[in-house]
């Protein structure tokens, strides 16, 4: 097992989808319990609800836009049904992420299950280690780290 980062300093965005809440606050505790596991104070995670995954990116940029957080987790259940909606909610969420990370500078973590069926998206919502929730926290704990030693050497190097 890998050695957790401090994240004592940390604050944290958790963005998460109401639809399909009987996952997505599982996922969520997990990576609550996570974040409070790592160190970060329970005072400096913030969570905000939001609608359905789709919304999910939306809520994480303006969240990173606000210059507040070091790191947003992303959670959300997307499940498969018998219309081509999965494959649309699903693509849009992932990429749109992925835009608001890179475009605001600041680590977004994907912890959006999609799944074929209730089940498997309960299976992975374990509020343990062995849940995608807790996976996106020290997800985001390690990228928020990475962040900061890429900031320090970048202005190290601009002094020198």
């Given amino acids: ?9 940390l604050r944290v965005a958790i963005v998460v989808a109401r ?4 996952v997505t606050d599982r996922l969520r505790d997990g990576a609550v319990a996570a974040l409070t596991q790592a160190g970060t104070p329970a005072e400096q995670i913030e969570v905000i609800p939001v609608p359905g995954a789709y919304e999910v990116p939306q809520a994480a940029r303006r969240a990173a836009e606000t210059g507040r957080f070091d790191a947003v987790i992303c959670l959300g ?3 498969r049904g018998e219309t081509a909606h999965f494959e649309y909610i699903a ?3 992932a990429h749109g992420i992925m835009d608001a990370s890179g475009e605001t500078g600041v ?5 959006v299950l999609t799944t074929d069926s209730a089940e498997q998206a309960l299976a992975r919502a374990a509020v343990g280690p ?3 929730g807790w996976e996106a926290a020290m997800a985001a704990v390690e990228m928020a ?7 320090r050497r970048a202005t190290r190097g601009a002094h020198a």
């Fill in 145 to 151: 780290a990475i962040f900061r030693q890429l900031d």
């Fill in 91 to 93: 693509s849009a969420v």
């Fill in 107 to 111: 680590p977004m973590t994907f912890g």
């Fill in 1 to 9: 097992m890998t050695e957790t980062p401090n994240a004592t300093h």
């Fill in 77 to 79: 259940c997307v499940i």
């Fill in 130 to 132: 062995d849940g995608k």
């Fill in 19 to 22: 639809y399909n809440a009987f």
